[in-house]
Antibody
Framework: QVQLVQSGAEVKKPGASVKVSCKASGYTFTGYYMHWVRQAPGQGLQWMGW????????NYAHNFQGRVTMTRDTSISTAYMELSRLRSDDTAVYYC?????????????WGQGTLVTVSS | SYELTQPPSVSVSPGQTASITCSGD??????SCWYQQKPGQSPVLVIYQDTKRPSGIPERFSGSNSGNTATLTISGTQAMDEADYYCQTWDSRSVVFGGGTKLTVL
């Protein structure tokens, strides 16, 4: 079965960087774009971008360009999202979600989420 | 940038029909999805490609998308359906989410 296991919660100081991992299993990792979505406390879902695990190509949301880097390691079926120059309003749960694993158009599987807290 | 607008909240009595709308310019020209999210949980896809239900999603969930509005309809709403619901579409190569609607079953 499809599983997406994300790394554990992080506490960071303003200005630091955080790198969240997402280990995929149960499907062909390189066959489906991996999206990253975040959710601040009490707020809605905010799309951050995607990575094509096969080619490494990326597409970042305008709000995050210059601060976010998405990478992958195909040998261990793991995607990474690194966010730099953290601010307090980056405090959020960060999710990974591949697009269309079930041969559909949609984010049909989601990781469990990683809480990133930015606090001095 | 492209925007999707949802009502912040919708209330429904148990057993009745709940409708949640999602508005965007020419939204009907692209596919839309709907996600359900309960407190402390990851989102779950309940409708994809406007009208289709993933395996395991009850038949009481249905969707439509035409013109500028996509609609999620829950027939015979149950207490377990109380959750936040988000619409989503694609704009060029990017993903866009609506602001979310809190569905209260009372």
């Amino acid at each position: 079965q499809v599983q997406l296991v994300q790394s554990g919660a992080e506490v960071k100081k303003p200005g630091a960087s955080v790198k969240v991992s997402c280990k995929a299993s149960g499907y062909t990792f390189t066959g489906y774009y991996m999206h990253w979505v975040r959710q601040a406390p009490g707020q809605g879902l905010q799309w951050m971008g995607w990575i094509n695990p096969d080619s490494g190509a990326t597409n970042y949301a305008h709000n995050f360009q210059g601060r976010v880097t998405m990478t992958r390691d195909t040998s261990i079926s793991t995607a990474y999202m690194e966010l730099s120059r953290l601010r307090s309003d980056d405090t959020a749960v960060y999710y990974c979600a591949p697009n269309g694993v079930s041969a559909i158009i949609g984010l049909d599987y989601w990781g469990q989420g990683t809480l990133v807290t930015v606090s001095s | 940038s492209y925007e999707l607008t949802q009502p912040p909240s919708v209330s429904v009595s148990p057993g009745q029909t709940a409708s949640i709308t999602c508005s965007g310019d020419k939204l009907g020209d692209t596919y839309s999805c709907w996600y359900q999210q309960k407190p402390g949980q990851s989102p779950v896809l309940v409708i994809y490609q406007d009208t289709k239900r993933p395996s395991g999603i009850p038949e009481r969930f249905s969707g439509s998308n035409s013109g500028n509005t996509a609609t999620l309809t829950i027939s015979g709403t149950q207490a377990m359906d109380e959750a936040d619901y988000y619409c989503q579409t694609w704009d060029s190569r990017s993903v866009v989410f609506g602001g979310g609607t809190k569905l209260t079953v009372l």
